[in-house]
């Protein structure tokens, strides 16, 4: 079936250390979008991108960074310098503007991540 | 700039009721309207979505919204409710420029009494 496959679904992090959570979707979508829930404050966009090998910062990138050296593949690392990292991520992919009528965005199941 | 508000954050009815979500929107152009649904600790699933056309929207799970520009409003309908539509929604708009970027509300947590 095609969707997006965030991993882990749970994931501790030590104070300081650099963390990435994968995300992998098999939708064909050229966009894709790395967002963080916290409770009472929906979603915020962290980073997206609509192309291999480039990206955009959204409204929170400070203390996150991002890759895209493959169609289906966008990893987010949360670093050390991300001060409140503890969050609900989740990634997202759509096609961009211009591809079709279908311009929803098809979300993951997320990764709930735990500074300890 | 735009943003999204829904203004409820905790709604309680009955299940069989009717219920009503509000949102609120505010953006230069026709907007791209959608509404998400999500369990807890899951993902989002699209309910149904807005681009032109009519402005009564049907989407999954009996749930339908209404575009009205007149009151930058996309609130969510449903006639009656059932117990496993307790969830989380969120409304969201299409950022403008050449992205599919979304700018989400604050969601509103629906619980559903017996």
């Known amino acids: 079936d095609g969707g997006i496959t965030q991993s882990p679904k749970y994931l501790f992090r030590k104070e300081g250390q650099n963390v990435t959570l994968s995300c992998e979707q098999n939708l064909n979508h050229d966009a894709m979008y790395w967002y963080r829930q916290d409770p009472g404050q929906g979603l915020r966009l962290i980073y997206y991108?609509?192309?291999?090998?480039?990206?955009q910062k959204g409204d929170i990138a400070e203390g996150y960074s991002v890759s895209r050296e493959k169609k289906e593949s966008f990893p987010l690392t949360v670093t050390s310098a991300q001060k409140n990292p503890t969050a609900f991520y989740l990634c997202a992919s759509s096609p961009v503007p211009g591809q079709g009528l279908n311009t929803e965005a098809f979300f993951g199941q997320g990764t709930r991540l735990t500074v300890v | 700039a735009q943003s999204v508000t829904q203004p409820d954050i905790h709604i309680t009815v009955s299940e069989g009721a009717s219920l009503e979500l509000r949102c609120n929107y505010s953006?230069?152009?026709?907007?791209?309207l959608f509404w998400y649904v999500q369990s807890p600790g899951q993902g989002l699933q699209l309910l149904l979505k807005?681009?032109?056309?009519?402005?009564l929207v049907q989407g999954i799970k009996g749930f339908e919204a209404e575009f009205k520009r007149s009151q930058s409003s996309f609130n969510l309908r449903k006639p009656s409710v059932h117990w496993s539509d307790a969830a989380e929604y969120f409304c969201?708009?299409?950022?403008?420029?050449?992205?599919?970027?979304?700018?989400f509300g604050t969601g509103t947590l629906l619980a559903v009494q017996p």
């Open positions: 807005y681009f032109s056309g009519d402005t």
């Open positions: 969201a708009v299409k950022s403008g420029g050449a992205t599919n970027k979304l700018i």
């Open positions: 953006y230069g152009a026709t907007p791209y």
């Open positions: 991108s609509q192309i291999v090998n480039d990206f």
